[in-house]
């Protein structure tokens, strides 16, 4: 079977006609396989949805108890006939539940990569190689500019700020969903035992993390109604992004505003939202951990979806390894 018979791109998203089956599509299908919960590829409204167990609860968080019409629990390793096509759900190191698809019929195989990323990060099962004859990886940090510090080293820096400016509070931006457990997670493993304050709309999110085995130390509810202010001068106060512009922010004692993302790489993204303390802390791939999987996979061809498409096809040319853009269009970065 030629690859493009297998899985190809329809207005919906990535299509398998053999096995009737949509890999996060980007509207409401029959049938979806959903590599991860993040809102640009854990869509509600599907007939059917086959996930692992963790994406299927935080697909419940997020869009409630009736987010599609059947959810099927899938293990990592797990394989399912559908129609005579063979999937698998593989770990990707990308959030709570990410998972890489393998598809397989009729002597091809694909591997799906969704978003992932190679780094260590505890509060996620870590990325697996899937051996594979095309590869569809992601390319969100597709760009060889883009090389990743130790996290920790960027936790550290919040530290140090936090022992230079005991009086300000160090609100850092986080989404919901991955980044900021994984942010709460960096600064236990880094000895940062007191509490972290967390915005209302984190709580159920880190809630089920820590139902899961996930040690995220003390955490607080980031409210001033019942406190006087001066309770948070040298706090850490974690919360989304899209909260740091509202009235809620203003309310902490001079406060000092973080952003934990891979895109801190680009000194005028923080300039421009206003972030003194930007942290390069990112959950997918850079530039090197993508070209490292593609050399460690040796796939047949290469497919290049949602990111920086054309500088990794190009690399992958001058690799000797077939490539093309998908130019699939829906997917933001609400996990970078």
């Known amino acids: 079977m030629k690859p493009d018979q297998l899985l190809y791109p329809a207005p919906a998203g990535l299509y398998c006609p053999s096995g009737d089956f949509y890999v996060d599509p980007m509207r409401p299908v029959a049938r979806a396989l959903i590599t991860h919960g993040h809102s640009d590829h854990a869509r509600a409204g599907h007939g059917a ?74 509060t996620c099962a870590p990325y697996e190689p899937v051996a594979c004859d095309v590869f569809i990886t992601e390319a969100t940090f597709g760009l060889p500019v883009f090389h990743h510090p130790d996290p920790k080293g960027e936790i550290g820096k919040l530290l140090t700020s936090l022992k230079q400016f005991p009086e300000r509070s160090h609100l850092i931006g986080a989404y919901s969903l991955g980044k900021a457990q994984r942010v709460i ?70 406060p000092l505003v973080a952003f934990a993302s891979g895109w801190m790489m680009v000194r005028q993204r923080a300039k421009q939202g206003g972030v003194e303390l930007p942290l390069v802390i990112s959950d997918h791939c850079d530039w090197p951990e993508l070209t490292e999987t593609i050399r460690d996979l040796a796939p047949a061809e290469v497919w290049v979806t949602h990111g920086r498409e054309e500088a990794l096809v190009r690399w992958c040319e001058l690799a000797g390894i077939p490539a093309r853009p998908l130019h699939l269009v829906g997917y933001e970065d609400e996990g970078d």
């Open 49 to 122: 949805v086959l996930a692992t167990r963790e994406t299927l609860d935080i697909m419940a968080i997020r869009h409630g108890p009736d987010f599609c019409g059947t959810a099927q629990p899938v293990e990592f390793g797990e394989t399912i006939d559908l129609s005579g096509t063979r999937v698998s759900f593989h770990p990707a190191g990308h959030v709570l539940g990410s998972a890489q698809i393998a598809i397989a019929a009729d002597g091809t195989r694909f591997c799906v990569s969704g978003d992932y990323k190679r780094s260590p990060d505890p």
């Open 185 to 254: 997670r960096l600064l236990r493993d880094c000895g940062y035992d007191r509490p972290v304050y967390i915005h209302g709309s984190l709580s159920k999110l880190c809630d089920y993390y820590v139902s899961r085995g996930i040690d995220l130390g003390d955490l607080r509810p980031a409210t001033l109604e019942k406190g006087d202010r001066t309770d948070f001068a040298g706090a850490v106060v974690v919360g989304p992004p899209s909260a740091f512009g509202e009235r809620w922010a203003r309310r902490f004692p001079e």
